[in-house]
Nanobody, 115 residues
Framework: QVQLVESGGGLVQPGGSLRLSCAAS????????MGWYRQAPGKQRELVAS???????NYADSVKGRFTMSRDNAKNTVYLQMNSLKPEDTAVYYC?????????WGQGTQVTVSS
């Protein structure tokens, strides 16, 4: 069964940056479209960004221009570079297949943006 392990979260001040990583234990990882999702307290999980097997990306309007998703198929890993962070970016961040969530959710990584 595929396992997803997210890392890289933390506490950062508004305007700061973080780089999240998600490692997948999937031999066919390179063919999957992957997404970064987030869930803030009391809110539904939402898609933040996605990337196809070829590296084409799409972003939610709320993060466009601030976040960059990338992937390293040799390492079965996707990344999310987050710049100009805002308090409203505070959430637990997860990765998974997109658009259909095929894999069990990982533990996620907490991102807290606060002064």
């Amino acid at each position: 069964q595929v396992q997803l392990v997210e890392s890289g979260g933390g506490l950062v001040q508004p305007g700061g940056s973080l780089r999240l990583s998600c490692a997948a234990s999937a031999s066919a990882f390179r063919i999957y479209t992957m997404g970064w999702y987030r869930q803030a307290p009391g809110k539904q999980r939402e898609l933040v960004a996605s990337t196809t097997s070829g590296g084409s990306t799409n972003y939610a309007d709320s993060v466009k221009g601030r976040f960059t998703m990338s992937r390293d198929n040799a390492k079965n890993t996707v990344y999310l570079q987050m710049n100009s962070l805002k308090p409203e970016d505070t959430a637990v961040y997860y990765c998974n297949h997109y658009p259909t969530v095929y894999f069990p959710w990982g533990q996620g990584t907490q991102v807290t943006v606060s002064s």
